[in-house]
Every structure is written in C-alpha cells, then in structure tokens.
C-alpha cells in the first residue's frame, strides 16, 4: 500500500553565532549603563561614571556598527534638531539672565548632551538588537530595584544594607528614610535607585517600556491596527501599583489610572462607559472611603490635604509669577529659589511660604516654561503634531507625564537619565510595527 508522502518541514535559517553573541554582549553591555545609571546615579570621576560608560559604549558601537549608527541617526533626525535648538536657547538666555558662562555651558551639556548621548545609544542598540530586547532589558533592571523597594517597604534589613553599601560608593546619603524633602519625611523605601521619586520616575518609564513591548500589530474583525490585551495592561498596573506603595509615591498611581482611562477610551469605548457607570456609585463615596482609609493606615498614599500637597501649590503660583516676569525664560541655570526673596511678600500669610526659597517648582510644566520661555513654543507644537500622529504610543508615557507634573524632573530639564533609554527605541519599534502591518496586508489580501 503506498505511503502518503510527506513534506518535509521547512529548514530554519542557520544562526550566525558570532552575530549572536554580538547582540548578546552588547544587550549585556547596554544593560551595564542602565544599571550604573540607578545604583551610581551620583557615582562621579570629573564627570559621572554612567555618562563615560555610555559615551564609550556609544562610540564602540558608532566604529563597529557604522550602518546601523547612520540608521538611528536618520530616525532621530528630528529629536537631535530639537536638542540643538533647546540647547542654544537655553545657554543664550543664561547669558542674558546674568549666568556665568562656564555655569551655562555646563547646564546646557547635563540637560541636552545627556539626552543626545543616552537617545542614541538606545536607538543603535535597538537597531542592532531589536526594539523588544532593548525594552525587556530596560524593564528587567528596573525591577530589580523594585524589587529590593518592595523588600525594603516589608522590613527585610538585608534590602537596606545593600542600598546603605551603593551609598558609600557612590558618596551619598541615603535619600528616604527621613527626608526634609517636600515630600515627607517618613520612612520610605528607595530600592537600590539614589531617591524616592526617582524611584517613581523609573517604574513609571518601566511601565510605558512594558506596554511598548505589549503593543502588538494585529487584525480586528476587517482593520489592522495596534493593540494590547487588557490583561497585560492589568498586571502591568498592578505591579506599578504595588511598587509605587512600597515607595509611599502617589503620583504613580494617578498616573497608572490616566493610562487605564485613556486606554479604553482609544480602544475599547464601549467598556469605558460601561465601567463609568459601574463605577459611579463608587466615585461618590471615594472621598469617603479614602478618609476612613487614611485614619485606619496613616498612610502618606492617601494624603492630598499634607503639606506635600499644599506647597505644591504655593509652588505653581511662584512659577507663574516668575514666567510673567520674563515670559522669555532664565536659561539652563534657572534656579527659582534665587529670586524668592523678591517675591516672599506676595505669599505674606500663607503657611507654606517658605517653600519658595526651600524648594525647586516641583511642576514639570513650570519649570521648562521657565527656562525655555515663549521661544520654546516650536517645539511644542512640533511635540503636539508627533502625539497626533503616535497617539496610542504616548499613552503609554501617560503616568510618567503625570509623574514629572509633581516633581522636578522630565526631558530637557534636570534630574532626567532614564526618560531617554526608553524614547530611544520607539523609532526602531514603530519600523517594527510599519513592516509587520504590511506582512498583514499581504496576508490579508491573499487569496484563500
């Protein structure tokens, strides 16, 4: 009886191993710089340590990948033009605003060279690596310190001793337990990460990098388009929530419910308002609940009448009354509390006032606003015509835009290392999407 043939499965294509361990080594090295970058935030040799080992990184990476350097050169075209222009407006109104032009030059290079060198190497290692791997790394390294927060916040002593070890290396005090930050000054868990909220800023981009990777390019009914299961976005919520309680940090959890909230409304509208309405009921007791909450716990999460909370606002007022005054901007040095005393007599009567010549704005918006001024407005609404288009990748960064509105950090501003590992690779993942959109299409078009 003859044998019904078979065919035979399709060779897979051999794996040139030097390639991968090429990839490998780099993901491993890339890998180095995000990790010095949390535990040595601090950690400097005349310049900081994290900066060299990127820029060395950087350059072997431009000599030995010279194709895929260019490459990420050309997706980033646009960001390197706008780094150029806020790093010449920022240095040029320094100048203007009476700032010594060693001063201006340094700031202007820890805002704008920062970026450049940390966005590019992101993107060549994307290019070479795969925008995915490239993320996963991010995210991995990133939960590492989470995790020794969330030990940390149960009381394991062995989580301190090690973060109490990188302090001494790095020459710091240990930012947390009992801070006279704006903050607080309880006892709040930091991971292996140099501060609190720096803490926050790195799950919340940890978060947008998870999501990222979540984002899949698929065919609903008779559309293509790109979406995620509302089940990896839970657990994804679930663990920044988690984290940012161990860290006693509120604007993680604001920011995880913008994400929630603009994501069924993109996507899935019909279950929004189908859970605002299951909701509701809920949303009229809520300050109800969070007051017996917070009476039962004591817990900063459930503050929002602290002093945190009020300053925050005597803060934003200050701001304001600073960019009136000079809606050009102060430049790359701007320090608010230098000017605090000429405006002390305005907050005459209220009980924060000393927060102005205490504490930085504390509000992203406000901050920039005052550096940049009136002359940054292109880059607005450049930044404004890129959502438009990618709104469903920026929704991602909803709880880290919402995280940086309450602290002084954010792109082109102070304190900003990690925002850039992660934008960094979104060019890469959106030629991702484009070529897996059109192998759908093929697919689809086909005949049966």
Not at 26 to 34: C, N, R
Not at 223 to 239: F, K
Not at 336 to 344: I, M, T, V
Request: aromatic fraction near 12%.
């Amino acid at each position: 009886m003859p044998q019904a043939s078979r065919t035979a499965p399709p060779r897979r294509p051999k794996v040139d191993r030097w390639e991968q361990f090429f990839r490998l080594s780099m993901l491993a090295a890339y890998g180095l710089v995000i990790f010095i970058s949390i535990i040595a935030t601090n950690w400097r040799l005349g310049l900081p340590v994290r900066s060299l080992v990127a820029m060395g990184l950087l350059g072997a990476l431009i000599l030995l990948r010279p194709s895929d350097a260019i490459m990420a050169m050309k997706r980033l075209s646009g960001f390197c033009l706008i780094a150029l222009y806020l790093s010449v407006l920022g240095f040029v109104l320094s100048l203007f605003s009476g700032g010594d032009i060693g001063a201006a030059l340094l700031a202007t290079v820890q805002i704008s060279g920062q970026a450049v060198v940390q966005t590019l190497l992101a993107a060549i290692v994307a290019e070479c690596c795969g925008a995915r791997p490239t993320l996963k790394i991010f995210v991995i390294l990133i939960g590492v310190t989470s995790l020794v927060a969330v030990l940390q916040f149960i009381g394991v002593g062995v989580a301190w001793n090690v973060r109490d070890a990188l302090s001494g290396v790095q020459g710091d005090v240990v930012e947390g337990r009992f801070s006279e930050a704006l903050d607080g000054g309880e006892v709040r868990s930091i991971g292996l990460s140099y501060s609190k909220t720096i803490l926050a800023g790195q799950i919340c981009l940890a978060f947008a990098a998870y999501l990222l990777m979540r984002l899949q390019v698929v065919k609903r009914l008779r559309s293509i388009r790109i979406d995620m299961s509302l089940t990896h976005l839970g657990y994804g919520l679930l663990v920044l929530a988690f984290v940012a309680i161990a860290g006693g940090n509120r604007s993680p959890l604001l920011g995880g419910a913008v994400v929630l909230v603009l994501f069924l409304l993109r996507t899935r509208p019909r279950l929004f308002v189908l859970a605002m309405v299951l909701c509701f009921p809920v949303i009229l007791v809520a300050n109800s609940i969070l007051a017996e909450l917070q009476s039962a716990t004591d817990s900063r999460i459930l503050q929002t009448g602290d002093n945190s909370s009020l300053g925050r606002l005597t803060l934003i007022k200050y701001g304001v009354m600073l960019f009136v005054d000079n809606p050009f901007g102060y430049g790359a040095t701007f320090e608010p509390r230098d000017y605090a005393l000429q405006y002390l007599g305005y907050f005459w009567g209220d009980p924060t006032k000393s927060y102005i010549y205490r504490y930085p704005l504390h509000n992203y918006v406000m901050s920039v606003a005052n550096i940049y001024g009136v002359l940054a407005l292109p880059v607005l609404f450049k930044v404004i015509g890129i959502f438009r288009k990618n709104v469903l990748i920026y929704i991602t960064f909803a709880a880290y835009i919402t995280h940086i509105l309450f602290h002084n950090s954010g792109p082109f501003y102070q304190n900003e290392i990690f925002f850039w590992f992660v934008v960094g690779v979104v060019p890469k993942l959106k030629s991702e999407w484009r070529s897996a959109f059109g192998a759908l299409q093929v697919k689809a078009a086909a005949p049966a």
